[in-house]
């Protein structure tokens, strides 16, 4: 079957722009992760969702950062506001079982 | 809050050597899950392997192999028989278990080891 997919795969924002990145996950899968990931380095926690209910915010950086999923399927994550600091990729990841997570492509985010 | 080593940057080996990374971890939980995930250039994450605390027993993928060392919260993967594509970056992560209590959260990342094979 289809794995988990991101879109766009590659972005680019002005500064103070507002930008969505949507994840798609594996059908069927209940938790679904964003993660950030700044050049060279590896991904960092921003939120995590089981269905419909996001259970875990703690990482996103700033009030700036929001996700949704609202039919516990296809979610977004959006920034408003963008700044130089949140070019990174925003990676996606989903499971069926917490121990398991299958990653998407990622989003490449620069901000201009 | 949990953090990940990963002591080495970059590493290179010939192809059919085997090669060992290092990791090393920090936590105070006694149930956690360790994965090695590998992400080739461009390309997306990947789990090569899987260990839970719980397990004494060191999980093999094929080539892949790890030593966990628990007391001494280690978590080196082993890649034997080094082939042109393994060239990737590799990289550790913790995840508290589902079951600990705490319920289900992210993993947490080492910065990586870019290894290299070379022909």
């Known amino acids: 079957g289809a794995g988990v997919s991101q879109s766009p795969r590659y972005k680019v924002a002005k500064r103070g722009q507002d930008v969505a990145l949507r994840c798609d996950p594996i059908?069927?899968?209940?938790?679904l992760f964003w993660y950030q990931q700044a050049l060279g380095q590896g991904p960092e926690f921003l939120t995590y969702?089981?269905?419909?209910?996001?259970?875990?915010k703690s990482g996103l950086p700033s009030d700036r950062f929001f996700a949704e999923r609202p039919e516990g399927s296809v979610s977004t994550l959006k920034i408003q506001r963008t700044q130089q600091e949140d070019s990174a990729v925003y990676l996606c990841?989903?499971?069926?079982?917490?121990?398991?997570?299958?990653f998407g492509p990622g989003t490449r985010l620069t901000v201009l | 809050a949990q953090t990940v080593t990963q002591s080495q940057p970059e590493m290179s080996v010939q192809e059919a050597e085997t090669v060992t990374l290092s990791c090393t971890y920090d936590?105070?939980?006694?149930?956690?899950?360790l994965f090695w995930y590998k992400q080739p250039p461009s390309r997306q994450m990947i789990l090569v392997i899987r260990?839970?605390?719980?397990?004494?027993q060191n999980a093999t993928e094929n080539r892949f192999s790890v030593n966990f060392q628990k007391a001494a919260k280690s978590f080196s993967l082993k890649i034997s028989d080094s082939q042109l594509g393994d060239t990737a970056m590799y990289f550790c992560?913790?995840?508290?278990?589902?079951?600990?209590?705490?319920?289900?959260?992210?993993?947490?990342f080492g910065k990586g080891t870019h290894l290299i094979i070379q022909p």
């Open positions: 990841a989903s499971s069926w079982r917490e121990n398991e997570q299958f």
């Open positions: 059908s069927g899968h209940v938790s």
């Open positions: 969702f089981q269905n419909e209910a996001q259970l875990d």
């Open positions: 936590t105070s939980e006694s149930n956690y899950y």
């Open positions: 260990q839970e605390a719980y397990k004494q």
């Open positions: 992560a913790f995840m508290n278990s589902p079951y600990s209590g705490g319920g289900a959260d992210g993993l947490t």
